[in-house]
């Protein structure tokens, strides 16, 4: 992402995240609108976990301009959602539910700034994605290891 990129979307998530809750109550609402199924995987009370991921974005975007410093913690968070049931596809899908409710949120919307929010998602799910294949290798090996141990 070019460093004006990262300056529009610092200055459009900070608008949104002037209210706090607006944004995850959004998306979790686009999340489960267009994938109904993946509300069993959350808990019945979210407000817990709103505050969790208004957190977490916060603190990625405001570290856009350096996103290998949090590729590791995203990698661990990514890890972590294998085992909340999280599949590959429904990030694309999370991806598509959190641009829906900025651009819900954003009465300035213009098309680059789709563009620049869908980058800066991607960025976000890829090492997610990437730590969560990790892991499963992780568990592969042990398998495999153990069963070799037992003979
Ligand atoms: C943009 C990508 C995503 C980000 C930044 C993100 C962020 C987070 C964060 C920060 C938490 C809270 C962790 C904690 O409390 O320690 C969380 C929990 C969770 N996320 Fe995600 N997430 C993303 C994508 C997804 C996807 C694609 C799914 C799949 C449906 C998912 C399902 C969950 C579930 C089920 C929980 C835990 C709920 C519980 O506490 O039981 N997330 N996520």
């Known amino acids: 992402m070019t460093p004006d ?14 209210t706090p809750r607006q944004l995850s109550a959004r998306f979790y609402e686009e999340l489960f609108t267009t994938a109904p199924g993946l509300r069993r995987l959350f808990p019945g009370d979210l ?11 916060a603190l990625i975007i405001r570290n856009l301009d350096e996103m290998d410093a949090l590729a590791e913690s995203l990698r661990d968070l990514g ?10 596809e429904d990030y694309t899908t999370a991806r598509d539910a959190l641009v829906a409710a900025i651009r819900g949120l954003s009465p300035d919307w213009t098309p680059a700034l789709e563009h620049d929010w869908r980058a800066a998602i991607t960025a976000i799910i ?11 290798a992780v568990v592969a090996e042990q398998i495999a290891a153990d069963a070799a141990e037992a003979g």
């Open 126 to 136: 890829v090492p997610m994605l990437q730590g969560a294949a990790v892991h499963t």
């Open 47 to 57: 407000t817990a976990l709103q505050g969790h991921f208004e957190a977490a974005l």
């Open 79 to 88: 890890a972590q959602h294998v085992h909340w049931g999280a599949r590959p």
């Open 5 to 18: 990129a990262i300056a529009q979307i610092k200055r459009s998530h900070a608008a949104i995240a002037a």
